[in-house]
């Protein structure tokens, strides 16, 4: 059973346990790898640097699926900076020793995590029981902005949970406001709130509903836009969920269009320069020109906020 359940045996250690011979482990041991039931599902593995004996799991998770969701876990740089390698001690366990060298590199590789609080690995655990259960919690939120009221005390249900853009998201609904997005290691505080509510589901919106809208961010009403765009298409399609091409123009561009939290689609309109141009809607055209004058008048006489 402890084989199964992923502990390792040394045989000296385990010997002096049951006050038995190093013999009679060698013994048990060879009975249980030779046991048909334990062959169906497993096979047993020795560590030669530190004589243990582990059982691994047929047909389970493989290396290359192992190394795969470690890379990412990795590259995502959400999680701060102890949890990841908890995370990949754990998946190194799953497989053969001749297979944990190539997770022992990936160990070595420097983690650079976001700025975040709190514990994002206990928080993710929390917030799935509230969803689960449809749990009503009261919480205080660190917003964006320097304006923003950290103390006030709001209400809500956690409905969703979704990861985006280095960040972990909870859709939390409420009568008076609907379903609001936070990002979950910006709540401050949070505590459960004894009375139950339930909520019709054809009140809420998702996780994934909200971030097949979105880019980064988002705030602002959803829209339909579109727009030109000389970049690598592909591209833009991968950053602008929901949009498809409508058109191949003469010079290479193309036209594309789609539905976007408009907040978020300002974003990345901005970050392609002279590379996107905005055809719809008139009001996105209006916003984008004078976010440009904005920053053009910046540098207006040389100055600066550096400077």
Same mark, same amino acid.
Request: glycine share 6%.
């Given at each position: ?8 045996i ?31 599902? =497993?096979?047993m593995? *020795?560590? @030669?640097?530190?004589?243990? +004996?582990?059982?691994?799991? $047929?047909?389970? &998770? ?19 900076k ?49 969803i ?17 009221d ?11 949970l ?6 972990? =998201?909870?859709?939390i *609904?409420? @009568?008076?406001?609907?379903? +609001?997005?936070?990002?979950? $290691?910006?709540l &401050? ?12 589901r ?39 969920p ?38 719809e ?27």
């Amino acid at each position: 059973m402890r084989l199964i359940q992923g502990e390792k045996i040394n045989s000296k250690d385990a010997a002096r346990s049951y006050d038995v011979t190093k013999r009679t482990i060698y013994r048990d041991l060879q009975i249980i790898r030779e046991n048909p039931i334990f062959n169906d599902n =497993y096979h047993m593995e *020795f560590d @030669e640097s530190h004589e243990n +004996r582990f059982a691994v799991k $047929d047909e389970g &998770i493989n290396i290359n699926e192992i190394l795969t969701i470690i890379q990412i876990l990795i590259g995502v740089r959400a999680l701060a900076k102890p949890e990841p390698k908890e995370i990949i001690y754990h998946l190194r366990d799953l497989v053969s020793v001749k297979d944990q060298a190539k997770i022992d590199r990936l160990l070595k590789t420097e983690y650079l995590p976001v700025k975040s609080n709190g514990n994002l690995l206990s928080r993710i655990g929390e917030f799935t029981d509230f969803i689960r259960l449809q749990t009503e919690i009261e919480f205080t939120y660190q917003g964006s902005l320097r304006t923003s009221d950290n103390k006030r005390s709001r209400q809500g249900i956690p409905v969703s949970l979704y990861f985006s853009n280095f960040y972990f =998201y909870v859709v939390i *609904f409420s @009568e008076a406001k609907g379903s +609001r997005t936070y990002r979950l $290691d910006r709540l &401050i505080s949070y505590k459960k709130i004894t009375k139950s509510t339930n909520i019709l589901r054809s009140k809420l919106e998702d996780g994934t509903t909200i971030r097949n809208y979105t880019y980064l961010l988002n705030g602002g009403r959803k829209s339909y836009f579109k727009i030109q765009c000389w970049t690598y298409p592909q591209t833009a399609l991968d950053r602008l969920p929901n949009s498809r091409i409508i058109k191949h123009e003469p010079d290479g561009s193309v036209i594309i269009e789609g539905y976007l939290y408009l907040q978020g689609l300002k974003l990345w309109i901005m970050s392609e320069g002279t590379l996107v141009k905005v055809l719809e809607p008139t009001s996105l055209v209006n916003d984008i020109k004078k976010e440009l004058r904005a920053a053009l008048k910046q540098y207006d006489n040389g100055d600066s906020h550096g400077e």
